[in-house]
């Protein structure tokens, strides 16, 4: 008696979840409408003010003397004595000359102010598709404010090239030539001590090498300490179910040696942070894009974070030098401003690719993205390559496709005996549920064992999800006809249409539940899943849609093959 009744609460079971799964899936979407279309909040949650003025109390008038690994600037080492940061406090500074430099990848400008980078402008990434306006990474506006500023400082008592220091330039403008290499100086000189700071720019390249040339001409010995440091008035926003992309991580984040952690100013554990890195890295990431600072190989950095409202300010601070009277001195660090590329990311520092942020499915994503990277070398077509990664895709898990696809193609066939069966015993569950038992073991049939497969490769759909979001890689990217953004939704539901289409045609091939109500609703449920996938991504729906393709074909010719076999038998 007890097994019967076993298979039955079995199969009611995977009903519960499947109707569990939706319930979970409608209510998502319904608490993230609400987020994106509740009732603004007042003014003073939503104005962007300028830099907090908690940070800008933290800046010291003068110097101490600093640790063996001294604690970042401004909080503790980078302003010279009797200087503040005119960036981060309120009182206004005296307006600096500019060096404007063209690349084939950026427009920039470099205030001799400290030699900080100021409105970095991607020249080949737009905001908006078709739109003249270009993606702005730095920024010294007050109402936004986003800066990355480096410098060199020491010991109070003497002066350092620090962010407020005054930097001079031997030209106004500097254009990238023929050799595909741009180098920009800037020197500063006090009391016999002649520093250069380099900012070198390579062809179709988002790294940028900063060099420290340090000649001391006095007769005291000279120690300094090289430090970069990236703030940012970034108010939080909530993520839109209509822009996926909005709900990306923007904030400090940092390569500890070992791990990416992202330092989330909401998080206490991070308001006031401090470690020291060997072979680490500081971020300030936004989807696809990313200002960083990668200090050199094998030295101990101390890193450090403050939070002050919508502010935050993250800073790496390295060891000590000392330059002896008439010596030379020559410290580097590498700069990354610019898009998530992977293999930029990669060539600047292999640890850099985990700002493509996929998340806990990682171990999925990374080799999905590698395959598609893979065939666009080949087609030069980003949907091209996730159609091609699709059918990829479907053939390595074809065995587990064929094993889902037969087990629902027999309980196909036995659907008119099955609801022969359940006629006759309507009114009796117990030889009902022995009845169905019998059929199955008879017909070599477990009900369950079709789910099973798909519940496998649910992890692969997520982790293609998180590709297809956060790789910059697909950003604006066409595919053809009217689908010229793969990032973007299908400006005309065009896709989200074909999807519901292939819903309805695959519920037509598999088993329909024996309840006439689940029956419906699972008929109805491919219009649902394309209503929540219309403002998705058409790439992901592109992909979703190729997969519905594949495996009708492939259902149509399991219960080909089973009818076939069925009709034989009998």
Not at 136 to 142: A, F, G, I, R
Not at 143 to 153: D, K
Not at 318 to 343: I, M, N, W, Y
Not at 531 to 549: D, E, K, M, R, T
Request: glycine share 6%; net charge positive.
């Amino acid at each position: 008696m007890a097994r019967p009744r076993l298979l039955t609460d079995m199969t009611n079971q995977l009903r519960y979840f499947v109707w569990l799964g939706l319930a979970l899936l409608l209510w998502f979407n319904y608490t993230t409408w609400t987020t994106d279309f509740a009732t603004a909040p007042t003014a003073a949650h939503t104005q962007q003010a300028p830099a907090p003025a908690s940070l800008a109390a933290n800046i010291p008038q003068t110097q101490g003397a600093p640790a063996a690994h001294p604690a970042p600037a401004p909080p503790a080492t980078a302003t010279p004595a009797g200087a503040t940061n005119a960036k981060l406090v309120a009182a206004p500074a005296p307006a600096m000359a500019t060096v404007q430099v063209h690349t084939d990848v950026y427009d920039l400008q470099i205030s001799t102010e400290g030699g900080t980078l100021e409105h970095v402008r991607l020249l080949k990434y737009a905001k908006a598709k078709g739109k003249p306006e270009r993606v702005v990474l730095e920024n010294p506006t007050p109402a936004s404010e986003y800066l990355l500023q480096t410098g060199l400082t020491g010991p109070a008592g003497s002066a350092y090239p620090t962010q407020t220091a005054a930097f001079t330039a031997p030209q106004q403008e500097y254009r990238m030539g023929p050799s595909g290499v741009l180098s920009v100086p800037l020197t500063w000189t006090a009391n016999g001590i002649t520093v250069t700071k380099t900012f070198i720019f390579r062809k179709g390249s988002y790294r940028i090498r900063l060099q420290y040339a340090i000649h001391n001409g006095s007769a005291q010995p000279w120690t300094v300490t090289q430090y970069a440091q990236l703030f940012r008035n970034d108010p939080r926003t909530s993520g839109s179910y209509f822009d996926p992309g909005s709900k990306a991580y923007h904030g400090p984040a940092i390569w500890n040696g070992h791990e990416y952690v992202k330092l989330d100013p909401a998080s206490s554990d991070y308001q006031h942070y401090t470690r020291t890195v060997t072979d680490g890295w500081i971020a300030v990431p936004q989807h696809d894009f990313v200002s960083a600072v990668v200090p050199p190989k094998g030295a101990a950095y101390r890193f450090s974070s403050k939070v002050s409202g919508t502010g935050y300010l993250l800073a790496a601070s390295g060891p000590e030098h000392t330059v002896a009277p008439g010596a030379v001195l020559t410290l580097g660090q590498t700069l990354f401003v610019g898009p998530t590329l992977h293999a930029q990311l990669d060539r600047t520092d292999p640890t850099l690719t985990y700002l493509d942020d996929y998340g806990k499915l990682t171990i999925l994503a990374r080799p999905l993205f590698w395959m598609l990277s893979e065939v666009h070398k080949l087609t030069g077509n980003w949907g091209v390559a996730i159609i091609v990664v699709t059918i990829l895709l479907k053939l390595l898990f074809y065995p587990l496709s064929e094993t889902s696809g037969r087990s629902m193609a027999k309980m196909k066939a036995l659907g008119p005996r099955i609801k022969n069966i359940q006629e006759t015993y309507k009114d009796d569950k117990e030889q009902l549920g022995r009845a169905m038992m019998e059929l199955y073991k008879r017909e070599k049939v477990n009900p369950v064992s079709g789910c099973l497969p798909m519940l496998l490769q649910f992890p692969v759909f997520i982790a293609f999800y998180w590709v297809l979001l956060y790789s910059v890689e697909l950003r604006q990217a066409p595919f053809m006809f009217w689908i010229q953004d793969l990032s973007a939704r299908d400006p005309y539901f065009i896709l989200p249409a074909i999807m519901a289409l292939t819903g309805v045609l695959q519920y037509k091939l598999n088993p329909a539940p024996p309840d006439p109500v689940q029956a419906k609703m699972f008929m109805f449920m491919p219009l649902v899943m394309a209503g929540l996938f219309a403002f998705f991504p058409s790439g992901l729906v592109l992909y979703y849609v190729v997969n519905s393709l594949l495996s009708i074909l492939q259902q149509w010719n399991i219960n080909r093959r089973i009818g076939a076999a069925t009709a034989t038998r009998t």
